[in-house]
Protein backbone atom coordinates (compact mmCIF):
# COMPACT_ATOMS: atom_id res chain seq x y z
CA UNK A 1 0.00 0.00 0.00
CA UNK A 2 1.63 3.01 -1.27
CA UNK A 3 1.62 6.42 1.28
CA UNK A 4 0.45 9.36 -0.14
CA UNK A 5 2.43 12.36 -0.38
CA UNK A 6 2.15 14.83 1.56
CA UNK A 7 0.56 18.26 0.07
CA UNK A 8 3.20 20.67 1.20
CA UNK A 9 6.24 18.39 1.11
CA UNK A 10 6.61 19.70 -2.60
CA UNK A 11 6.86 22.96 -1.41
CA UNK A 12 9.19 22.31 1.01
CA UNK A 13 11.64 21.30 -1.53
CA UNK A 14 10.92 24.21 -3.65
CA UNK A 15 12.37 26.49 -0.59
CA UNK A 16 15.06 24.48 0.56
CA UNK A 17 17.56 26.27 -1.60
CA UNK A 18 16.96 29.86 -0.76
CA UNK A 19 16.74 28.65 3.11
CA UNK A 20 20.40 27.51 2.98
CA UNK A 21 21.50 30.56 1.04
CA UNK A 22 19.95 32.76 3.85
CA UNK A 23 21.93 30.77 6.47
CA UNK A 24 25.23 31.07 4.55
CA UNK A 25 24.24 35.19 4.46
CA UNK A 26 23.13 35.25 8.20
CA UNK A 27 26.21 36.42 9.69
CA UNK A 28 26.94 39.15 7.53
CA UNK A 29 23.23 40.06 8.47
CA UNK A 30 23.08 43.40 10.99
CA UNK A 31 22.57 42.21 14.49
CA UNK A 32 21.91 44.30 17.68
CA UNK A 33 24.96 45.35 19.71
CA UNK A 34 26.07 42.90 22.76
CA UNK A 35 26.09 45.40 25.78
CA UNK A 36 28.41 44.07 28.61
CA UNK A 37 28.26 46.54 31.54
CA UNK A 38 31.46 48.66 31.97
CA UNK A 39 31.04 48.74 35.81
CA UNK A 40 31.15 45.20 36.06
CA UNK A 41 34.23 44.72 33.93
CA UNK A 42 36.18 47.61 35.94
CA UNK A 43 35.01 46.04 38.95
CA UNK A 44 36.60 42.64 38.14
CA UNK A 45 39.66 43.86 37.84
CA UNK A 46 40.09 45.36 40.67
CA UNK A 47 38.98 42.45 42.56
CA UNK A 48 41.83 40.40 40.65
CA UNK A 49 44.19 43.32 41.96
CA UNK A 50 42.65 43.01 45.61
CA UNK A 51 42.66 38.88 45.59
CA UNK A 52 46.61 39.12 44.16
CA UNK A 53 47.43 41.34 46.53
CA UNK A 54 45.81 38.80 49.46
CA UNK A 55 48.16 36.59 48.08
CA UNK A 56 51.27 38.17 47.96
CA UNK A 57 50.37 39.43 51.69
CA UNK A 58 50.10 35.17 52.47
CA UNK A 59 52.96 34.44 50.43
CA UNK A 60 55.43 37.62 52.46
CA UNK A 61 54.42 36.29 56.09
CA UNK A 62 55.31 32.72 55.09
CA UNK A 63 59.00 34.31 54.69
CA UNK A 64 58.91 36.28 57.82
CA UNK A 65 61.13 33.98 59.53
CA UNK A 66 63.58 33.99 56.83
CA UNK A 67 66.54 36.23 56.38
CA UNK A 68 64.72 39.60 54.52
CA UNK A 69 67.43 39.76 51.77
CA UNK A 70 66.20 36.29 50.96
CA UNK A 71 62.64 37.46 50.20
CA UNK A 72 64.23 40.58 48.27
CA UNK A 73 66.70 38.26 46.37
CA UNK A 74 63.75 36.05 45.02
CA UNK A 75 60.74 38.10 45.11
CA UNK A 76 60.42 38.14 41.01
CA UNK A 77 60.07 34.01 41.13
CA UNK A 78 57.91 34.36 43.90
CA UNK A 79 55.32 36.41 42.50
CA UNK A 80 55.84 34.53 38.84
CA UNK A 81 54.98 31.19 41.17
CA UNK A 82 52.12 33.28 42.68
CA UNK A 83 51.19 34.57 39.32
CA UNK A 84 51.34 31.05 37.40
CA UNK A 85 48.80 29.25 39.92
CA UNK A 86 46.59 31.72 39.38
CA UNK A 87 46.39 31.80 36.00
CA UNK A 88 46.22 28.07 35.88
CA UNK A 89 43.22 27.43 38.01
CA UNK A 90 41.18 30.80 36.92
CA UNK A 91 41.75 31.62 33.01
CA UNK A 92 43.34 28.29 31.94
CA UNK A 93 41.31 25.57 33.73
CA UNK A 94 38.32 28.34 33.30
CA UNK A 95 38.03 30.59 30.54
CA UNK A 96 37.97 33.57 33.09
CA UNK A 97 39.59 35.13 36.24
CA UNK A 98 38.32 34.80 40.17
CA UNK A 99 37.27 38.66 39.97
CA UNK A 100 35.12 38.06 36.48
CA UNK A 101 33.97 34.88 37.81
CA UNK A 102 32.37 37.21 40.58
CA UNK A 103 31.08 39.70 38.18
CA UNK A 104 29.22 36.73 36.48
CA UNK A 105 32.13 36.94 33.46
CA UNK A 106 33.84 34.98 31.39
CA UNK A 107 36.09 35.03 28.35
CA UNK A 108 34.85 33.86 24.87
CA UNK A 109 36.83 33.93 21.01
CA UNK A 110 34.87 36.97 19.79
CA UNK A 111 36.87 36.20 16.34
CA UNK A 112 33.58 33.27 16.26
CA UNK A 113 30.94 35.92 16.82
CA UNK A 114 31.58 38.47 14.18
CA UNK A 115 28.96 40.33 12.26
CA UNK A 116 25.29 38.58 12.92
CA UNK A 117 26.69 36.12 15.70
CA UNK A 118 27.57 38.66 18.35
CA UNK A 119 24.51 38.08 20.09
CA UNK A 120 24.14 34.29 19.85
CA UNK A 121 23.18 32.96 22.99
CA UNK A 122 26.31 30.19 23.04
CA UNK A 123 29.68 31.82 23.60
CA UNK A 124 32.75 30.18 21.48
CA UNK A 125 35.22 29.18 24.32
CA UNK A 126 38.84 30.57 24.08
CA UNK A 127 41.03 28.45 22.14
CA UNK A 128 44.12 26.86 23.82
CA UNK A 129 46.58 29.36 21.64
CA UNK A 130 44.85 32.20 23.44
CA UNK A 131 44.77 30.87 26.67
CA UNK A 132 48.56 30.41 26.30
CA UNK A 133 49.75 33.48 24.50
CA UNK A 134 48.02 35.10 27.30
CA UNK A 135 49.51 33.48 30.42
CA UNK A 136 52.80 33.93 28.38
CA UNK A 137 52.51 37.83 28.23
CA UNK A 138 50.34 38.46 31.49
CA UNK A 139 52.32 36.36 33.40
CA UNK A 140 55.92 35.56 31.59
CA UNK A 141 56.25 39.47 30.71
CA UNK A 142 55.40 40.71 34.25
CA UNK A 143 58.45 38.88 35.51
CA UNK A 144 60.82 39.51 32.48
CA UNK A 145 60.29 43.19 33.09
CA UNK A 146 60.63 43.35 36.71
CA UNK A 147 63.73 41.38 36.48
CA UNK A 148 65.07 43.73 33.65
CA UNK A 149 64.15 46.64 35.47
CA UNK A 150 66.23 45.15 38.57
CA UNK A 151 69.17 44.82 36.26
CA UNK A 152 69.30 48.65 34.49
CA UNK A 153 69.01 49.85 37.99
CA UNK A 154 72.01 47.82 39.20
CA UNK A 155 74.19 48.35 36.54
CA UNK A 156 72.75 51.88 35.78
CA UNK A 157 72.24 51.86 32.11
CA UNK A 158 70.87 55.26 32.22
CA UNK A 159 73.85 56.71 33.38
CA UNK A 160 76.10 55.37 30.98
CA UNK A 161 77.61 57.46 27.96
CA UNK A 162 75.20 57.63 25.07
CA UNK A 163 77.22 55.72 22.26
CA UNK A 164 76.78 52.70 24.60
CA UNK A 165 74.79 49.61 24.04
CA UNK A 166 72.78 49.44 27.08
CA UNK A 167 72.40 53.29 27.36
CA UNK A 168 70.95 52.88 23.89
CA UNK A 169 68.41 49.89 24.76
CA UNK A 170 67.34 51.86 27.96
CA UNK A 171 66.77 54.61 25.59
CA UNK A 172 64.57 52.25 23.35
CA UNK A 173 62.80 50.95 26.66
CA UNK A 174 62.06 53.99 28.27
CA UNK A 175 60.64 55.24 24.51
CA UNK A 176 58.34 52.09 24.20
CA UNK A 177 57.21 52.14 27.71
CA UNK A 178 56.02 55.84 26.43
CA UNK A 179 54.12 54.42 23.21
CA UNK A 180 52.72 51.72 25.52
CA UNK A 181 51.19 53.80 27.80
CA UNK A 182 49.93 56.51 25.17
CA UNK A 183 48.26 53.47 22.89
CA UNK A 184 46.54 51.96 26.22
CA UNK A 185 44.99 55.53 26.66
CA UNK A 186 43.29 55.08 23.65
CA UNK A 187 42.29 51.82 24.09
CA UNK A 188 40.57 52.44 27.64
CA UNK A 189 38.71 55.57 26.05
CA UNK A 190 37.73 53.26 23.05
CA UNK A 191 36.72 50.22 25.97
CA UNK A 192 34.52 53.31 27.48
CA UNK A 193 32.96 53.87 24.21
CA UNK A 194 32.25 50.37 22.77
CA UNK A 195 32.67 48.15 26.31
CA UNK A 196 34.62 45.43 24.58
CA UNK A 197 38.02 45.34 25.43
CA UNK A 198 39.67 46.78 28.58
CA UNK A 199 43.12 46.54 27.56
CA UNK A 200 44.93 46.01 24.39
CA UNK A 201 46.16 42.26 24.50
CA UNK A 202 42.71 41.65 25.02
CA UNK A 203 41.62 43.49 21.60
CA UNK A 204 45.12 41.67 20.33
CA UNK A 205 43.59 38.19 20.99
CA UNK A 206 40.31 39.36 20.72
CA UNK A 207 39.37 37.85 24.21
CA UNK A 208 35.94 39.83 25.47
CA UNK A 209 34.71 39.31 28.81
CA UNK A 210 31.17 38.95 28.54
CA UNK A 211 27.75 37.15 30.66
CA UNK A 212 27.99 33.85 31.97
CA UNK A 213 24.92 33.24 32.47
CA UNK A 214 22.86 36.11 30.92
CA UNK A 215 19.56 35.39 32.34
CA UNK A 216 21.49 36.64 35.85
CA UNK A 217 20.90 39.86 36.80
CA UNK A 218 23.28 42.33 37.90
CA UNK A 219 22.37 42.13 41.96
CA UNK A 220 23.96 45.66 43.17
CA UNK A 221 23.36 46.79 46.51
CA UNK A 222 24.36 50.34 47.62
CA UNK A 223 23.94 50.28 51.37
CA UNK A 224 27.48 50.44 51.86
CA UNK A 225 27.89 53.29 49.52
CA UNK A 226 25.61 55.09 50.87
CA UNK A 227 26.70 54.60 54.77
CA UNK A 228 30.11 55.30 53.27
CA UNK A 229 28.28 58.68 51.87
CA UNK A 230 26.91 59.70 55.16
CA UNK A 231 29.65 59.47 57.27
CA UNK A 232 32.03 61.16 54.88
CA UNK A 233 29.51 64.17 54.71
CA UNK A 234 29.04 63.84 58.30
CA UNK A 235 33.21 64.30 59.31
CA UNK A 236 33.02 66.77 56.52
CA UNK A 237 31.00 68.94 58.41
CA UNK A 238 32.97 68.23 61.80
CA UNK A 239 35.96 69.33 60.09
CA UNK A 240 34.19 72.70 59.03
CA UNK A 241 32.63 73.19 62.64
CA UNK A 242 35.70 71.98 65.03
CA UNK A 243 37.50 75.35 64.32
CA UNK A 244 34.17 77.58 64.78
CA UNK A 245 33.85 75.77 68.20
CA UNK A 246 35.61 77.46 71.53
CA UNK A 247 36.72 74.01 72.72
CA UNK A 248 37.81 76.03 76.14
CA UNK A 249 34.66 77.94 76.46
CA UNK A 250 32.22 74.94 76.13
CA UNK A 251 34.89 72.87 79.08
CA UNK A 252 34.65 75.90 81.23
CA UNK A 253 30.63 76.26 80.88
CA UNK A 254 30.53 72.33 81.19
CA UNK A 255 32.17 72.75 84.57
CA UNK A 256 29.94 75.28 86.10
CA UNK A 257 27.51 73.56 85.44
CA UNK A 258 28.42 70.16 86.94
CA UNK A 259 31.07 71.40 89.63
CA UNK A 260 30.07 73.88 92.68
CA UNK A 261 32.50 77.40 93.04
CA UNK A 262 34.11 75.96 95.62
CA UNK A 263 35.85 73.34 93.54
CA UNK A 264 36.10 75.45 90.69
CA UNK A 265 37.97 78.13 92.78
CA UNK A 266 39.94 75.49 94.44
CA UNK A 267 42.37 74.00 91.80
CA UNK A 268 46.17 73.97 92.12
CA UNK A 269 46.87 77.00 90.17
CA UNK A 270 45.58 79.07 92.83
CA UNK A 271 48.71 77.22 95.27
CA UNK A 272 51.09 78.53 92.41
CA UNK A 273 53.72 81.14 94.22
CA UNK A 274 52.87 84.91 93.09
CA UNK A 275 55.83 85.45 90.68
CA UNK A 276 54.69 82.28 87.98
CA UNK A 277 52.37 82.69 85.72
CA UNK A 278 49.63 80.41 85.57
CA UNK A 279 48.36 80.62 82.05
CA UNK A 280 52.41 80.22 81.40
CA UNK A 281 52.25 77.17 83.79
CA UNK A 282 49.10 75.40 82.38
CA UNK A 283 50.40 75.80 78.45
CA UNK A 284 54.20 74.18 79.72
CA UNK A 285 51.88 71.39 82.00
CA UNK A 286 50.08 70.66 78.65
CA UNK A 287 52.94 70.83 75.99
CA UNK A 288 55.30 68.92 78.02
CA UNK A 289 55.70 65.77 79.93
CA UNK A 290 57.86 67.66 82.70
CA UNK A 291 57.06 71.01 84.44
CA UNK A 292 58.54 74.28 82.88
CA UNK A 293 61.53 75.97 84.04
CA UNK A 294 61.44 78.12 86.45
CA UNK A 295 62.82 81.34 83.99
CA UNK A 296 60.03 79.87 81.24
CA UNK A 297 56.80 80.65 83.71
CA UNK A 298 58.32 83.56 85.57
CA UNK A 299 55.89 86.70 84.97
CA UNK A 300 57.17 89.02 82.52
CA UNK A 301 55.85 92.62 81.52
CA UNK A 302 53.24 92.04 84.99
CA UNK A 303 49.63 93.16 84.56
CA UNK A 304 46.55 92.45 87.48
CA UNK A 305 43.34 91.74 86.63
CA UNK A 306 39.63 93.12 88.22
CA UNK A 307 40.08 89.99 90.80
CA UNK A 308 43.74 90.67 91.91
CA UNK A 309 46.16 88.21 90.33
CA UNK A 310 49.29 89.01 88.55
CA UNK A 311 49.59 87.40 84.70
CA UNK A 312 51.86 88.47 81.85
CA UNK A 313 50.18 90.84 79.78
CA UNK A 314 50.60 88.55 76.60
CA UNK A 315 49.34 85.81 78.02
CA UNK A 316 46.31 87.79 79.55
CA UNK A 317 45.73 89.57 76.61
CA UNK A 318 45.77 86.77 74.53
CA UNK A 319 43.27 85.03 76.50
CA UNK A 320 40.54 87.53 76.56
CA UNK A 321 40.79 88.76 72.83
CA UNK A 322 40.17 84.56 72.07
CA UNK A 323 37.70 84.21 75.00
CA UNK A 324 35.64 87.62 76.36
CA UNK A 325 33.83 85.43 79.43
CA UNK A 326 37.88 84.42 80.35
CA UNK A 327 37.53 83.88 83.81
CA UNK A 328 40.96 83.88 86.05
CA UNK A 329 42.88 80.64 86.53
CA UNK A 330 43.64 81.05 89.99
CA UNK A 331 39.94 82.24 91.47
CA UNK A 332 37.59 81.15 88.62
CA UNK A 333 36.08 84.55 88.30
CA UNK A 334 35.36 86.39 85.42
CA UNK A 335 37.82 89.02 84.03
CA UNK A 336 36.69 92.08 82.53
CA UNK A 337 39.95 94.51 82.85
CA UNK A 338 43.48 94.82 83.57
CA UNK A 339 45.85 97.01 84.62
CA UNK A 340 49.67 97.38 84.41
CA UNK A 341 51.31 96.69 87.84
CA UNK A 342 53.26 98.49 89.47
CA UNK A 343 55.17 97.20 92.65
CA UNK A 344 55.19 98.89 95.88
CA UNK A 345 58.26 99.93 97.71
CA UNK A 346 59.39 98.26 100.76
CA UNK A 347 58.63 99.89 104.21
CA UNK A 348 62.66 100.58 104.85
CA UNK A 349 62.94 102.08 101.59
CA UNK A 350 60.06 104.35 101.55
CA UNK A 351 61.05 105.52 104.85
CA UNK A 352 64.57 106.41 103.17
CA UNK A 353 63.15 107.69 100.36
CA UNK A 354 60.90 110.22 102.58
CA UNK A 355 64.13 111.03 105.36
CA UNK A 356 66.24 111.96 101.72
CA UNK A 357 63.11 114.04 101.06
CA UNK A 358 63.14 115.78 104.03
CA UNK A 359 66.55 116.71 104.18
CA UNK A 360 66.79 117.75 100.82
CA UNK A 361 63.66 120.14 101.85
CA UNK A 362 65.59 121.39 104.46
CA UNK A 363 68.70 121.88 102.81
CA UNK A 364 67.12 124.19 100.12
CA UNK A 365 65.20 126.07 102.76
CA UNK A 366 68.38 126.56 104.72
CA UNK A 367 69.89 128.29 101.27
CA UNK A 368 66.84 130.05 100.16
CA UNK A 369 67.08 131.68 103.84
CA UNK A 370 70.59 132.28 103.48
CA UNK A 371 70.29 134.15 100.18
CA UNK A 372 67.57 136.17 101.43
CA UNK A 373 70.03 137.55 104.56
CA UNK A 374 72.17 138.14 101.94
CA UNK A 375 70.23 140.33 99.40
CA UNK A 376 68.63 142.04 102.72
CA UNK A 377 72.18 143.23 103.63
Not at 62 to 81: D, I, M, N
Request: glycine residues 4%.
Amino acid sequence: MNTPTPFWESDWNKVQAPLTALRRQLASFPSPPLRIMKVSQLDADLLDDELLETMKEQLWSAFSLFKPSLKERFKPELTLALNLVMYKFSIYDMGATYGSQLQNLIYRNERKHSGGLQSTATDAPLTKTQKIAFGAVTVGGQYVLERLNRIITAQGWGELPEDDLKKKAWSLIQSAGKVYRVVSLMNFLGFLYAGKYRTILERILSMRLVYAQRSSNRQASFEFLNRQMVWHAFTEFLMFMMPLINVSKLKRNVKRLLLPAALMSGNELSELPAHICAICHENNSSTTTSPGTASSTVIHNPYVTDCGHIYCYYCVKTKMMIDDEWCCLRCGKKVEAIARHVEAAPDKALEAVEAGDDKEDADQTEQDSQTLEKISK
